[in-house]
């Protein structure tokens, strides 16, 4: 069957048809669709799916079911590795028994990130094979392939994919010929399983003699691919860099060879045949210059040119395109190129499309509660984390955020701020964190901050979802990945269980919202507010009917509007536009969701809600 699958999608598929048993994933753009995919087919194939609670637990979760005989996947994006890395540096050590293929998905261009980051220097730290598709139908191939070469090294496999080749959809040929496994048994063996000291300086022994045997794997891979020619000009690429090269090179008529690297580590014995007939060779690969080094390392030619990424003749940042490889190699040969864009000027033809909150976004609420309260305290400092409500950081949040770092840091670095109180900073401190990055990473920074007596209050902006990756449920939602009842454990348990002042109230009670959050800015100690209120795009899925919010155009002072366009200027809601030809607010109702709280806030009293 042939179909027209996102990059995400196809590695879906080979997952399934390799045999998985069991998947594991937290998401993370560009690599939640891969999991909402596997969600859907687990019902027809009969494999157990989940959501874990952040990337680390994902990874051991799989483990187990690794070591029990089963076939998995552990999904996450490149930022998710960090958080997953402690159990990968030894589950390399220990190897695995069921096939164990990790499924990571870089962001050249941090598109979604907070960094660019190259998973393959995991795979390498690790000392494990990566495998680095170049389009969303070798992604398939090699998603399904991966299980079996886990098993026949045992080993885990990396699948490393980036965002354009997640978010580009392709032709793919889905087989679904499910491969199949035996059945779950865990055999005890602590010298492999268990990683005391003793055992580990043995495994680390074994696992430096298996590198021979994963070069020895990999070179045999169709994955790797030479495609000579009779010029002594070469280019070696990976992942879809190498379709870039090719069309670069069809486009300017250079004529060279190629080797395109879809394993590591790459073959010494393929490369050093590669250069064999060259004289010159160019390198190009997103993200650091991970082949480039190996290369370099590798070949045994005196006589070669080499330009790459640490010659500085190829970008080092950055998500690449055909155009980026036309400009090198029109360098190189001393070729006149000129970008040439689809649409010209597309800048000045397009309005600027800043990020936003969505309309009737419970967060831009908590964010005004938060800018009065600290405006009655004096000021204070604000510290942000990984979310839709990072946008606390811009105008659409009331730039109420200082800081951004990674997922749990808000809270961690609150800490840092909240200690230095003892050294005379009397500012409030106040941590921003969403539901899901709760769960995912601040109870042991909330552990912390009771332990040592740090001064700070945390504000859980619960809009009971994982809303900025797709909706995906969490603890406290009381579903599960497949959208079955399940436990829901409550954020104010957890907080009251360590002991913290807990709690709750709705944003969109504006005063009293307010009033609560600075009498919990006089406090002493750590203290945590949840805000909670649903995510409006979950919320207008249920709801049939929703007011009716409108501009009464004769109470509406336009201009004279004291708080300079309030709704439109400093309010920011999507819904609330400005009508340039009579100089007045008006509502798009198209997108409004009837939550009135611009009414509330509207200086002239002119925002009118009827009640469906």
């Known amino acids: ?63 187990g079911s690794s070591w029990g005989g089963k076939r998995v996947a552990v999904i996450m994006k490149h930022v998710g590795l960090n958080v997953a890395s402690d159990p990968l540096m030894s589950l390399a050590y220990t190897g695995i028994k069921g096939g164990f293929v990790l499924v990571v998905a870089d962001d050249p261009f941090s598109h979604s990130s907070q960094n660019e980051q190259d998973s393959r220097r995991y795979a ?3 000392q494990i094979p990566c495998l680095d598709p170049s389009s969303p139908e070798e992604a398939n191939r090699m998603a399904s392939y991966s299980f079996e070469l886990s098993e026949g090294l045992n080993i885990p496999v990396m699948l490393r994919s980036t965002t354009r080749i997640s978010h580009t959809r392709s032709s793919v040929e889905i087989k679904m010929e499910r491969k199949k496994n035996f059945s779950g048994k865990f055999e005890k063996n602590s010298s492999q399983w268990v990683v005391i000291p003793a055992h580990t300086r043995r495994l680390r022994v074994k696992l430096s003699k298996k590198q021979k045997h994963i070069k020895e794997a990999l070179e045999k891979l169709p994955y790797n691919k030479l495609e000579e020619s009779n010029s002594r000009f070469g280019i070696i690429t990976s992942g879809v860099s190498y379709l870039y090269a090719k069309e670069a090179v069809a486009s300017l008529g250079i004529e060279a ?280 795009l979950t919320e207008a899925r249920r709801k049939e009917k929703r007011p009716r919010v409108y501009v009464d155009q004769d109470k509406c002072i336009g201009d004279e509007c004291g708080c300079a366009r309030f709704c439109t200027r400093v309010f920011r809601c999507p819904a609330n536009i400005w009508d340039y030809s009579k100089g007045k607010a008006k509502i798009d109702e198209t997108i409004c969701i009837g939550c009135g709280l611009c009414a509330d806030l509207c200086p002239a009293g002119a925002i009118i809600v009827e009640e469906a």
């Open 257 to 536: 060879s190629f080797l395109k690297i879809g394993a590591y580590p790459p073959s010494e014995n393929m490369i050093n045949k590669f250069l064999e007939k060259l004289n010159r060779v160019l390198i190009i690969e997103e993200l650091t210059p991970f082949v480039e080094e190996f290369v370099r390392v590798y070949t045994k030619k005196q006589d070669l040119h080499i330009w790459g990424k640490l010659t500085g003749d190829v970008p080092e940042t950055g998500e690449f395109s055909p155009d980026t490889v036309k400009e090198v190699l029109s360098k190189i040969f001393r070729r006149p190129f000129e970008e040439k864009s689809i649409l010209p000027d597309l800048d000045k033809l397009l309005p600027p499309r800043p990020p936003v909150l969505c309309a009737g976004c419970p967060h831009r609420a908590s964010f005004w509660v938060i800018k009065k309260a600290l405006a009655w305290s004096g000021g204070g400092i604000v510290t942000g984390d990984i979310g839709c409500y990072s946008l606390g950081l811009l105008p659409t949040g009331f730039s109420v955020e200082k800081t951004l770092h990674c997922m749990g840091a808000g809270l961690g670095t609150a800490n840092g701020f909240g200690n230095l109180k003892k050294f005379g900073l009397n500012k409030p401190v106040i941590a921003i964190a969403g539901d899901s990055t709760f769960y995912h990473a601040c109870i042991p920074a909330l552990i912390n901050a009771k332990w040592n007596g740090a001064n700070l209050l945390l504000v859980v902006l619960d809009n009971n979802t994982t809303a900025m990756t797709g909706h995906q449920p969490h603890p406290g939602v009381g579903i599960n990945a497949l959208g079955n009842a399940s436990a829901s454990i409550p954020i104010e348990d957890i907080c009251r269980g360590i002991g913290v002042e807990v709690r709750v109230q709705d944003p969109f009670n504006i005063d009293e919202a307010v009033q609560e959050l600075y009498e919990m800015l006089q406090m002493e100690g750590v203290k945590v507010m949840i805000f909670r209120h649903e995510c409006p």
């Open 1 to 63: 069957i042939i179909k027209f699958l996102l990059g995400n999608e196809a590695i879906a598929y080979g997952l399934v048809e390799g045999g998985v048993e069991g998947a594991y994933a937290y998401p993370g753009t560009p690599s939640s669709e891969i999991m909402e995919k596997l969600i859907e087919l687990s019902g027809k194939y009969r494999f157990y799916v989940e959501w874990s609670t952040n990337e680390k637990v994902a990874l051991e979760n799989a483990i």
């Open 124 to 126: 390498k730290f690790a």
